[in-house]
């Protein structure tokens, strides 16, 4: 199935002294998005500096800033070709048969402590039904004991801090349920993207786990759609796709974030239970 998107944002900065940036907000280059028609305005004009993460296809841009105010506008045309599958088919990946390029979405990382809830994971879902419906579980627990709260968290906060909380936002619930799939031996990355059907409209943080030679997308927020989640970028957690990283010293100004359907048709009630991924087959899955 296949959805043609708009989309973008607008950034601002107030650089009080010569500030290098980073940033992460274009449209991933994945072969499931479509026809990209985008234009990236940067005012005042200055030089630009991309790269591309070969096989993740994050994309990144810097720019070295002078004193005074900076904006950012990003506009995009997309159209997003879901793969679905039939939740009941997906069986969770021993770690023998994982290609060993999946292997680093295991281990703990900066804001995934899932060395520390390890405990807990295996004690709260260690007894499930492996597979899909695990990391379903997963979902539901954290949807229904972890407070979604603004401002309840920072970029500093780690999975383990928003568990003791018991509260967080999209960044929180996104490393709570990538650590629980790593600590039970399950592949699980942080995905950064434009989300349709998130009020009010921001940047989305969802994660996705490995299963089944494929990366599924998961969002225990529960406040997109799953099959309206067109990617920016993934990493082992948030600190590796945030969307604008400054070196120096400035002040942000508000964000703007925009996603419709192209052809201005409203939002059909009810949200998919499909098993929804944007991501290929891992092309070496069980090689030897």
């Not at 069986?91 to 060993?100: A, C, G, I, N």
């Not at 568990?163 to 967080?168: E, V």
Request: charged share 25%; aromatic share 10%.
């Amino acid at each position: 199935m296949t959805t043609r998107y708009t989309l973008g944002c607008d950034l601002s900065y107030e650089v009080k002294a010569p500030t290098v940036f980073i940033f992460n907000l274009e449209v991933a280059k994945l072969l499931r998005h479509h026809d990209v028609i985008e234009r990236l305005t940067i005012t005042p004009d200055l030089k630009r500096i991309t790269y591309i993460v070969p096989d993740i296809r994050n994309r990144y841009f810097k720019i070295a800033a002078e004193p005074g105010p900076l904006n950012i506008h990003y506009e995009a045309e997309v159209t997003l070709d879901v793969f679905r599958a039939d939740p009941m088919s997906i069986s969770e990946t021993p770690v023998v048969d994982m290609p060993l390029d999946i292997m680093p979405f295991l281990l703990p990382s900066r804001f995934v402590s899932s060395d520390r809830l390890a405990a807990f994971a295996i004690r709260e879902f260690g007894h499930l039904q492996t597979g899909y419906s695990r990391v379903v579980a997963i979902c539901n627990w954290i949807y229904e004991n972890i407070e979604y709260q603004r401002g309840s968290s920072d970029e500093q906060t780690t999975a383990d801090e928003s568990l003791l909380k018991r509260a967080g936002v999209c960044r929180d619930f996104a490393h709570i349920g990538t650590a629980f799939c790593r600590a039970l031996g399950i592949p699980a990355r942080f995905v950064s993207c434009y989300a349709y059907g998130l009020e009010p409209r921001d940047f989305h943080a969802v994660f996705e786990a490995y299963m089944g030679g494929r990366w599924w997308l998961f969002d225990a927020t529960r406040q997109a759609n799953l099959d309206g989640l067109v990617r920016i970028g993934v990493g082992r957690d948030a600190a590796e796709i945030a969307f604008a990283t400054p070196f120096g010293e400035m002040e942000a100004g508000p964000v703007k974030i925009t996603i419709e359907h192209a052809d201005g048709s409203p939002e059909v009630p009810g949200r998919t239970s499909d098993a929804v991924s944007t991501e290929e087959p891992a092309p070496n899955a069980g090689a030897e």
